[in-house]
């Protein structure tokens, strides 16, 4: 048995967990912040058979998608003045972990 553990935005959340519950996978959902820009995400925790993790990747993949956001980020002039320029930067996807299990059980 495998626990994956996802991260994935939290503007991707529902529709992933909803794809995993259709195809009749139990998701555990965590509020969770981090990252680059210390964002809201969401953890999603899934308990499955080896048989199923790549099942579970493929679902993950097709409903987490990466978009480029405009951050502020702060430039040095020789004046001793800072000015703020935007940067674009690559956010959302998914960072999955995936962990063998020694023992589960349902009580």
């Known amino acids: 048995m495998k626990m994956i553990l996802a991260i994935v935005s939290n503007d991707d959340s529902s529709n992933v967990s909803r794809s995993l519950t259709k195809a009749k996978y ?4 965590l509020a ?3 990252g680059f ?5 969401t953890t999603l925790l899934i308990g499955v058979e080896d048989d ?14 990466k978009r480029t956001k405009m951050v502020p980020s702060t430039a ?7 000015a ?15 962990m063998g299990v020694e023992r589960f059980e349902k009580v």
């Open 26 to 29: 139990s998701v555990t959902r």
């Open 84 to 98: 703020g320029m935007p940067v674009q930067v690559t956010v959302g996807g998914a960072t999955i972990f995936v």
């Open 76 to 82: 040095s002039f020789s004046a001793g003045m800072y």
């Open 37 to 41: 820009l210390m964002a809201g995400n």
């Open 52 to 65: 199923k993790v790549d099942d579970v990747l493929h679902i993950i993949g097709e409903n987490s998608r």
């Open 32 to 34: 969770t912040t981090g």
